[in-house]
T-cell receptor, first 114, second 114 residues
Framework: AQTVTQSQPEMSVQEAETVTLSCTYD???????LFWYKQPPSRQMILVIR??????QNATENRFSVNFQKAAKSFSLKISDSQLGDTAMYFC???????????FGTGTRLQVTL | DTAVSQTPKYLVTQMGNDKSIKCEQN?????MYWYKQDSKKFLKIMFS???????INETVPNRFSPKSPDKAHLNLHINSLELGDSAVYFC?????????????FGPGTRLTVT
């Protein structure tokens, strides 16, 4: 079974600052994907970024980047130049082909303030 | 064009009633899922279907019955609704089961049982 842990229930950051959201996971699979999803108040689940476990290079999407530490099973999300529109719940998730399902963490509520 | 759509978006009903939530995807994907998000925002998979065939049933009460008339549709029927069924239900799809792809989520259906 795979598990995903997000230890920060809530975080706050000022506009234009940088914030890092933590995620650790556990899986016995060698082949898996990791994802960060964003859920704004509209409740739509939006993919932010994904990382293939076999790739050593950290994924980057504009202001969003990850720090993937495979040995430590850590997958943190860094948001640079935070914007008010980044206010949302952020979910870390793990997908393995064997389980064929996404396992989500409990989420981190991020508030971006002026 | 909406990729994954759900109807209705809001559903308020009384205990003991039977209700259905419909999901359709126009992405040509083979695999569809139902997730439940509880009041604490925790997301957990309920079912997955691949080409109309049930793949995952995550110990969901048998009052919940998914039905897939074709691979573009996955409906969720709930019998004898209980207060604890109040949640947001998300439908999602991905290209193929067993292989690692991102999942595309619908807008969610907020079910309130009174």
């Amino acid at each position: 079974a795979q598990t995903v842990t997000q230890s920060q229930p809530e975080m706050s950051v000022q506009e234009a600052e940088t914030v890092t959201l933590s995620c650790t996971y556990d899986t016995s699979e060698n082949n898996y994907y990791l994802f960060w999803y964003k859920q704004p108040p509209s409740r739509q689940m939006i993919l932010v970024i994904r990382q293939e476990a076999y790739k050593q290079q950290n994924a980057t999407e504009n202001r969003f980047s990850v720090n993937f530490q495979k040995a430590a099973k850590s997958f943190s999300l860094k948001i640079s130049d935070s914007q008010l529109g980044d206010t949302a719940m952020y979910f870390c998730a793990c997908y393995t082909g064997t389980a064929s399902k996404l396992t989500f963490g409990t989420g981190t509520r991020l508030q971006v303030t002026l | 064009d909406t990729a994954v759509s759900q109807t209705p978006k809001y559903l308020v009903t009384q205990m003991g009633n039977d209700k259905s939530i419909k999901c359709e995807q126009n992405l040509g994907h083979d695999t569809m899922y139902w997730y439940k998000q509880d009041s604490k925002k925790f997301l957990k998979i309920m079912f997955s279907y691949n080409n109309k065939e049930l793949i995952i049933n995550e110990t969901v009460p048998n009052r919940f019955s998914p039905k897939s008339p074709d691979k573009a549709h996955l409906n969720l029927h709930i019998n004898s609704l209980e207060l604890g069924d109040s949640a947001v239900y998300f439908c999602a799809s991905s290209p193929q089961i067993g292989l690692i792809y991102e999942q595309y989520f619908g807008p969610g259906t907020r079910l309130t049982v009174t």
